[in-house]
């Protein structure tokens, strides 16, 4: 399967620690996304990359976030100084068009508990 | 301000009768319409999507929306329910304007789930 995927698929981590996700897109996408789901709630979106460039960024993602796509293929995504709101499923992304002509194709997530 | 709303949390559907899982939108313009299923230990998945023309969209796995501009609804539908068709199912917006045009907004989710 050459989806999207995520790693890990669950952090533990202390609060104040710092923690990163990776996401691997589907290899032809040129357009990466990450969202936020906290339970009971929809996905958030926090960031948008096409190829290596960062094109938007949400208010949710505050200074202690931070995305990076150096090559334009894999992201990562850095949650500095946790705090117990940070808490959530972090949803990654891809596609070949743009949102409102294309799908978007997810990965599994990757779900943080900060005790 | 750009939002969707799901205002039920769960539908409970007998298996081979027609569902309907909700879906209300607010957003200036015209939007960009989507529904996605999230099946448990799975990643979200495009089911559909509503950009122009006719008002009846067709999709995955035998569902349909239809939006509705007066009633701003894009209601999913599917006329005969599997037990399969038991998931988490979001309705999703992305306005024409340039805010946010590369991001979805989300809606709360509604949990179907269809009975034997």
């Known amino acids: 399967d050459t989806g999207v995927s995520q790693d890990p698929r669950h952090k533990i981590t202390k609060r104040g620690q710092n923690v990163t996700f990776r996401c691997d897109p589907i290899s032809e996408h040129n357009r990466l996304y990450w969202y936020r789901q906290t339970l009971g709630q929809g996905p958030e979106f926090l960031t948008y990359f096409q190829n290596e460039a960062q094109l938007e960024k949400s208010r949710l993602l505050s200074d202690r976030f931070s995305a990076e796509r150096p090559k334009g293929s894999f992201s990562t995504l850095e949650i500095q100084r946790t705090e117990q709101g940070d808490s959530a499923m972090y949803l990654c992304?891809?596609?070949?068009?743009?949102?409102?002509?294309?799908?978007?194709?997810f990965g599994e997530g990757s779900r943080l508990t900060v005790l | 301000a750009q939002s969707v709303a799901q205002p039920e949390d769960q539908v409970n559907v007998a298996e081979g009768n027609p569902l309907t899982v909700k879906c209300t939108y607010s957003?200036?313009?015209?939007?960009?319409l989507f529904w996605y299923v999230q099946y448990p230990n799975r990643g979200l998945q495009f089911l559909l999507k509503?950009?122009?023309?006719?008002?009846l969209v067709k999709g995955s796995y035998g569902f349909e929306a239809e939006f509705n501009k007066s009633q701003t609804s894009f209601h999913l539908k599917k006329p005969s329910a599997l037990v399969s068709d038991s998931a988490l199912y979001f309705c999703a917006v992305r306005p024409l304007d340039q805010t946010g045009a590369n991001n979805l907004f989300f809606g709360t989710g509604t949990r179907l789930t269809v009975i034997p």
């Open positions: 992304a891809s596609s070949l068009r743009a949102v409102k002509t294309g799908e978007l194709f």
């Open positions: 957003v200036s313009g015209n939007p960009y």
């Open positions: 509503y950009i122009t023309g006719d008002n």
